[in-house]
């Protein structure tokens, strides 16, 4: 089984699938109409959908979606790919059909770079705080050993910050990121405001004790993780 932190949210066509993860954990992933003999991976129950509508094809550590000679046609982010393919990228939105279904495309940052144990370096000037570790692939984060209670939203934006440490990492790249579950129809940003970006950094960093200072804020931009 292959786990590279990608996989499809469904926007529209199933709501008994909306806001489930589907990760791709196989080479090749397909799509198409439910009660049909072909094994399918995701599945709509839409007549407009192909019965083999399109599939997700890994390569190397990226997928791409090909479509399968559907006939209502499959397109990314408002482009058609009528028997022809298109790379993968964080974010893109693909729409079956003319939009009878929609989905969203999105990764688990560096999911491959995680490690089992990730030390959080001390300030210079702080020698004698308790240590602090991050652990990505367990999600936890411990003081001197004990756990830190963090919720599901706190370590995936800790996630977030700290594989991209001493990078900025923008507003819109937060949303994706911590809330996919709430990608609207339209556009290609969660429906989240920064005030609760703001308000889930602030609760982030009181946490995280000394060292949330280390969480700084780039002005009309984002925010990073200086260690």
């Known amino acids: 089984m292959i786990d ?10 199933d709501p008994n699938q909306f806001t489930t993860r589907k990760y791709l ?25 192909s019965r083999l509508h399109a599939a997700f094809q890994k390569i ?14 499959t397109e990314v982010n408002g482009t058609p790919i009528y028997h022809s ?17 929609e989905l969203v495309f999105l990764r688990e940052v560096n999911r491959l770079e995680d490690t089992g144990e990730l030390p ?6 702080a020698s004698l705080l308790p ?6 692939e367990r999600r936890e984060v411990r003081f001197d050993g004990a756990r830190l209670h963090l919720t599901g939203k706190d370590m995936d934006l800790l996630k977030l910050l700290y594989q991209k440490a001493n990078q900025a990492v923008s507003f819109e790249e937060i949303m994706l990121t911590v809330w996919p579950e709430r990608m609207l129809h339209e556009g290609n940003v ?17 946490k995280l004790r000394h060292y949330g200072q280390q969480i700084k804020t780039i002005p009309r931009y984002g925010y990073r993780l200086d260690v």
């Open 85 to 101: 393919s298109h790379i993968l990228r964080h974010g893109d939105q693909i729409s079956l059909s003319k939009g009878v279904a």
């Open 25 to 49: 954990t196989k080479d090749r992933c397909t799509i198409g109409r439910r009660g049909t003999s072909f094994q399918l991976d995701i599945t709509f129950a839409s007549p407009y959908i």
């Open 190 to 206: 969660p429906d989240v405001g920064r005030v609760e970006v703001n308000a889930l950094v602030y609760r982030l960093r009181k």
């Open 60 to 73: 190397g550590n990226d997928y791409k979606i090909i479509d399968l000679d559907s006939k209502h046609g």
């Open 120 to 125: 959080f370096t001390q300030p210079k000037s």
């Open 131 to 136: 240590s602090l570790e991050i652990h990505l």
């Open 4 to 13: 590279n932190g990608a996989y499809l949210l469904v926007k529209k066509g």
